[in-house]
């Protein structure tokens, strides 16, 4: 992959199907989740030029494809601590929460949100340690960290 900004900079990456396309059924939140209570979605993965498995920056550490700049929207709104799950552990959720940390977030990562594209211990098992390595906090749904959360709610 070429960075559409600095076509000497490039990075190898794996090549992912079309997946995930806003108005697709990939796309939408599960009925579990009460979108009541959300207050943005974010956006990535808007420029199909560059990979984006982070919600904070692609994979040059730009914005490019990001439908707003989230480091900044969360700053303004007085964010300190995240809590990243989804899909998929070992890319996506991995680069959004050592970005998260990066930029100065406290950022746990909650087991049972997360499914992985390798699930084995070479793949989701790798990224655990990779996150934790970074500052991640990598908790359970029953442990002291979402407790505090349960308790905002």
């Known amino acids: 992959m070429t960075n559409p900004s600095n076509p000497a900079e490039t990075k190898k990456t794996r090549v992912w199907p079309v997946h995930c396309v806003k108005g697709t059924p990939g796309a939408e939140m599960i009925q579990e989740i009460d979108s009541s209570m959300i207050d943005v979605v974010v956006e990535k ?14 994979a040059f550490g730009g914005q490019l494809g990001a439908s707003l700049n989230l480091t900044s929207l969360l700053k303004e709104k007085g964010v300190t601590h995240l809590y990243v799950a989804g899909l998929a552990g070992d890319y996506c959720v991995k680069a959004t929460a050592i970005d998260a940390q990066k ?5 746990y990562v909650i087991v049972e949100g997360v499914r992985s594209v390798d699930p084995s211990e070479t793949g989701w ?3 655990m340690r990779e996150m934790e390595r ?5 908790v359970g749904v029953d442990g002291d960290a979402v407790d505090k959360v349960r308790g905002l709610v």
């Open 134 to 138: 970074a500052g991640v906090s990598v």
């Open 103 to 107: 930029e100065g977030f406290k950022t």
């Open 45 to 58: 993965g808007r420029d199909h030029r560059v990979e984006m498995y982070s919600a904070f920056a692609d």
């Open 125 to 127: 098992g790798d990224a």
